[in-house]
């Protein structure tokens, strides 16, 4: 969904289309200027943008496990005495 209250970045080009045409070379870049498949890089952006939420997003299973290690490390940590 689009932000409605945010102002348009440029004036005669959509907020979507300038993004992915200014991040695209920098996502997908090469050595060789030459190399860069400007329409992969233009897709792969525009997936990344359409996708963000779920391809941004912590697995649960991995929440799940550092969750379940912090608490490991909870119980066994052994105390110190300073003093």
Known sequence: SQNVDMPRLHPAIGTRTLMVHTFSSCILSSAEE?????????????????HQQSVLSVPEY??????????????????????
């Open 34 to 50: 030459c190399d860069l498949d400007e329409l992969l890089a233009t897709r792969l952006v525009s997936f990344l943008m359409d």
């Open 62 to 83: 991995l929440l799940s496990a550092i969750a379940d290690h912090i608490q490991y490390l909870r119980t066994t940590q052994v105390p110190i005495d300073i003093g």
